[in-house]
């Protein structure tokens, strides 16, 4: 199993009040497989996925990822593990706006240790012409698929993808699920991805739905649509 996670709890305190936001999580992916987390909002999609990327911390419960208990490991080691296994893309795309599409992805570290490079992952999103642009001179979609090569660059064991559709209009939406789809395909990455759209849930292997902090619902799909497929 390439994600184990039992039983994960997390609160957050504010002044005097106690908000526990993840109640007993249980879920597993294997290896190579696309999951995907639905839930309305505030049900804690976000927090669980920052907490298997390495950016929060769990307060009790097991988090394993590739045979490593992230909960346990100390603050400097849980960096290393951000920057090395973990890809994330975001919904508004996180770019750095003063450097072009080609630096936004050198600037990533451990890139050198990396099978894969620049080009190749700009290649692979369809975006080789536009390494010396900057950000702000792509469209929406553009600027998602730069997001995903600077994501892919290092060759992540686990790409982690926080509502990827949820600026973009339909068309654009269908060619990053489809991209994200083929990047799972193509490099073996293993995708977990956070959405509220149900009827994406049929681009993935494993749904987990999520309400008010607790999986009510996990669902193996025994057929993987592909995403152009997909209509909502
Ligand atoms: P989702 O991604 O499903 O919309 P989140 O995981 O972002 O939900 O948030 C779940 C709940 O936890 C919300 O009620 C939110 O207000 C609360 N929360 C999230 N992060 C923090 C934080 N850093 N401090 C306090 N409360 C937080
Ligand atoms: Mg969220």
Redesign the pocket.
């Known amino acids: 199993m390439f994600i184990d996670i039992a039983n994960l709890k997390k609160s957050?305190?504010?002044g005097e009040v106690v908000?526990e936001?993840?109640k007993g999580i249980g879920m597993k992916l294997d290896k190579g497989e696309i999951g995907v987390?639905l839930?309305?909002?505030?049900?804690?999609?976000?927090?669980?996925?920052?907490i298997l990327g390495g950016i929060?911390r769990g307060d009790s419960g097991q988090v394993l990822v590739d045979g490593i208990e992230i909960n346990q490991l100390n603050d400097g080691k849980l960096t290393d593990y951000r920057r090395g296994d973990i890809g994330f893309v975001f919904q508004f795309y996180n770019l750095v706006p003063n450097l072009t599409v080609g630096e936004n992805i050198e600037v990533v570290s451990n890139i050198s240790k990396s099978p894969l490079n620049t080009d190749e992952v700009l290649a692979a999103v369809g975006m080789q012409d536009k390494k010396h642009r900057f950000p702000r001179e792509l469209s929406g979609g553009e600027q998602q698929r730069v997001s995903i090569a600077r994501a892919i660059v290092k060759n992540p064991k686990l790409l982690l993808c926080?509502?990827p559709t949820g600026a973009l209009d339909y068309d654009t939406s269908r060619s990053i699920l489809q991209l994200l789809q083929q990047v799972n395909k193509k490099y073996g990455t293993t995708i977990l991805m956070?959405t509220?759209n149900a009827a994406i849930a049929a681009m993935a292997n494993r749904v987990f739905r999520?309400r008010s902090?607790e999986i009510v619902e996990e669902t193996v799909n025994q057929t993987v649509v592909p995403a152009e497929r997909i209509e909502w």
């Open positions: 957050y305190r504010t908000t936001v993840l987390i839930g309305p909002s505030g049900s804690g999609k976000s927090t669980l996925m920052n929060d926080d509502e956070i509220h999520l902090g």
